[in-house]
């Protein structure tokens, strides 16, 4: 399957309901500094909340996010989410691969842990490597 490389609106992911149950409890969680992800399986044709036209979802929604406890000024929290999503966009074909012909979609979130911004290299490293373990998790 080939990925479009942009991300758009659509994959993200903005229903109050799914982003409560993400954070709930009883999700799966793994780290890869300086990352914190979290995701959840959703059903194929719905699950967000909405009783609207699921055609065209994409099968990974994502949220970003960088806590002000973390990085004080504006502009670094914006430059660390700015990271997050350009590595996410380069490395989502890994993702999407695998959930090609699956009957369920994901909800991910990121979530900054570290308190020094990262370099692009270090992040696209810890997203790699992030995606690669989902995927394998999820063939489990």
Known sequence: MIVNCQLKKSERLTSQLVIEKLFAGGNASMAAFPLRIV?????KDGGDGKNGNQVGKPPVSILV????????????????????????????????????????????????????????????????????????????
């Open 39 to 43: 995701y959840m399986k959703m059903e």
């Open 65 to 140: 996010s960088v806590p002000k406890k973390r990085f004080r000024h504006a502009v670094d929290r914006n430059r660390m989410k700015r990271l997050i999503r350009e590595t996410y966009r380069l490395n989502k074909h890994i993702l999407w691969d695998a959930l090609e012909g699956k009957d369920y979609r994901l909800a991910l979130a990121f979530v900054c842990i570290t308190d020094t911004l990262p370099t692009f290299y270090a992040v696209q490293k810890s997203m790699k490597k992030a995606l690669i373990r989902i995927t394998e998790r999820l063939d489990l």
